[in-house]
């Protein structure tokens, strides 16, 4: 059974950072994508950024590019979202996603092609 556990969230003011961790298990897909998507409330879900599990290539949201970073850690089976220079717009629950044997190159951000999702981890940002 794929599960996927964030962690990581939490306050913090504006300027900011955070490390958010997404601890993967039973996850047996060679070729993949793994993702992270936010949600405010009263907002649709968002691609931030995606890392193509094969080659480790990332793509990332307009909205994010310099701010945010993807990494993956394959012998601890975790993924990462770094976020730096927090602004109270990036308030949002954010999950962590697999799409379960697709890959793209670049992966997308479109919650679409995610297959198995995290319960996520609430981020708020003060100003």
């Known amino acids: 059974q794929v599960q996927l556990v964030e962690s990581g969230g939490g306050s913090v003011q504006a300027g900011g950072s955070l490390r958010l961790s997404c601890a993967v298990s039973?996850?047996?897909?060679?070729?993949?994508?793994m993702g992270w998507f936010r949600q405010a409330p009263g907002k649709k879900r968002e691609g931030v950024a995606a890392?193509?599990?094969?080659?480790?290539?990332?793509n990332y949201a307009d909205s994010v590019k310099g701010r945010f970073s993807i990494s993956q850690d394959n012998a601890e089976n975790t993924l990462y979202l770094y976020i730096n220079n927090l602004k109270p717009e990036d308030t949002a629950m954010y999950y962590c996603?697999?799409?379960?044997?697709?890959?793209?190159?670049?992966?997308?951000?479109?919650?679409?092609?995610?297959?198995?999702w995290g319960q996520g981890t609430q981020v708020t940002v003060s100003s």
């Open positions: 996603a697999a799409t379960g044997g697709s890959a793209w190159y670049p992966c997308l951000l479109t919650d679409l092609v995610y297959k198995y």
């Open positions: 039973g996850y047996a897909y060679g070729a993949s994508c």
């Open positions: 890392i193509n599990a094969d080659d480790g290539s990332t």
